[in-house]
């Protein structure tokens, strides 16, 4: 019996824009999205977190300059009530997509596992 395994995760996908978790977090982007000083600021703190990961990477710290801006961003999200709802709802999304990834590895994990207690 042949399997498409790839048939299986687009229907998964499908399924996943059904859960209130998936719901909840579109929602929450929406208003995102609707709101122009949201968005704005949204875009600014995904543009400092790639820029912070890249410099990680690369083993770069930061100058006080960028330190001072990303705090000034942050700060302001963190009192944008459109962003935190956001944030919290990707939180829970990432919670099940976690879930997820464990049930679907558990055979890898499984074989690991076994593979210890010989």
Known sequence: MTVNIY???NEMAKVLVETDQ???????FDAVQADAEAKDLFKQFQSIQMTVQQMMQA???PTPDQ??????VAKKVQEN????????????LNTLLGEINEIVTKPVSEAYAQ????
């Open 7 to 9: 048939d299986n995760a």
């Open 22 to 28: 998936y719901q909840a977090w579109q929602t929450a």
């Open 59 to 61: 083993q770069q710290q």
């Open 67 to 72: 330190e001072k801006e990303w705090d000034g």
């Open 81 to 92: 009530e459109k962003i935190k709802n956001l944030m919290a709802a990707e939180q829970v």
């Open 115 to 118: 593979s210890q207690k010989a």
